[in-house]
């Protein structure tokens, strides 16, 4: 028998009840804020409720509106990026050296950005026959969606679904690109890193986000590490920065905690129950130099 909710076209109970408060029900408790909610999670997840994977993403997705664009974004310098000048040989040598599917096309400089190339309108061009044609990069640019550094990824995520852009450029003050953020980097902050076959080639574990201050992956290799900072951290006892953090901080640490080794003051961005995801590090002002040439 159909229920006057139903016939009224109202969605079901369940539906109108705010996720939080349908754990509480489940769980038979009402979290006072947002740790206590998180305790709850945790104590769901050893009784067999939850698995460590859903935990970690529910984890991700009450922390992501605390990252701001400019936490995650891949910093200019570091962008694979096409000129608008460029020739259509150079333009194919990116596309095919890179493996991206989508370039920012830059004017006289990088901190201009005129519009989105899509690598799939470049295959027309791929064949010997095809490439003699007359190629103009206008008549093939996408419009550029520009974000602020200080944007929330939750509410860019939403914008992102809405319009269904996959790339942001991001700028600064000035109005100049600082750099780019994807849906995937987005994306990573709830489920973790995204890999695919071209990701071991990338190496962009380490950015640059402004003078003295460096975001690093977890997962970054102690070595790799040392070797961009020019320090002599552990490499026998731990393979990633992560694991070296940790052991610093003698428990798993969260969000906003920090710790210093040799010198250097690691702040977490990111980490759930599971593990540390992002890392804010601030170098000695004697090691800045050494890192800006190795960079």
């Keep these: 028998m159909t229920s006057d909710r139903a016939r009224r076209g109202a969605p079901p109970l369940t539906q109108s009840i705010p996720w939080r408060k349908r754990i509480c029900r489940l769980l038979g408790q009402e979290p006072k804020d947002r740790g206590e909610l998180v305790e709850i999670l945790k104590d769901a997840e050893r009784s067999g409720l939850l698995d ?25 310098a570091e962008m694979v990026a096409v000129r608008r000048d460029d020739p259509l040989e150079r333009i194919l040598e990116i596309a095919v050296d890179s493996a991206h599917s989508r370039f920012p096309v830059t004017g006289e400089d990088k901190g201009e950005v005129v519009g989105i190339l899509l690598a799939k309108d470049l295959l027309a061009y791929c064949s010997e026959s095809r490439r003699q044609g007359a190629f103009n990069i206008r008549d093939h640019l996408r419009s550029a969606v520009f974000v602020p550094e200080s944007k929330r990824l939750n509410v860019l995520l939403k914008e992102f679904r809405s319009s269904r852009n996959h790339m942001a450029i991001v700028v600064d003050e000035y109005g100049s690109a600082a750099g780019l953020v994807t849906i995937e980097d987005v994306l990573e902050q709830i489920v973790g890193d995204i890999e695919d076959e071209h990701d071991h080639d990338e190496g962009a574990f380490i950015f640059k986000r402004g003078k003295g201050e460096y975001t690093v992956k977890a997962r970054t290799s102690v070595e790799d590490f040392n070797d961009y900072f020019g320090t002599a951290l552990d490499t026998e006892d731990f393979d990633t920065i992560g694991g070296l953090v940790i052991n610093a901080f003698g428990h798993l640490p969260i969000r906003g905690e920090r710790t210093e080794l040799a ?27 050494a890192a800006a040439k190795t960079s």
Excluded at 52 to 76: S, T
Excluded at 265 to 278: E, K, N, P
Aim: charge should be positive; proline fraction near 6%; aromatic fraction near 4%.
């Design 52 to 76: 460590r994977d859903g935990l970690g993403m529910i984890e991700g997705v009450m922390q992501v509106g605390d990252l701001r664009v400019g936490d995650i974004m891949i910093p200019r």
């Design 263 to 289: 010198g250097y003051r690691f702040t977490v961005l990111r980490a759930d129950s599971r593990r540390v995801h992002l890392l804010t590090v601030k170098p000695p002002a004697t090691a800045e130099s």
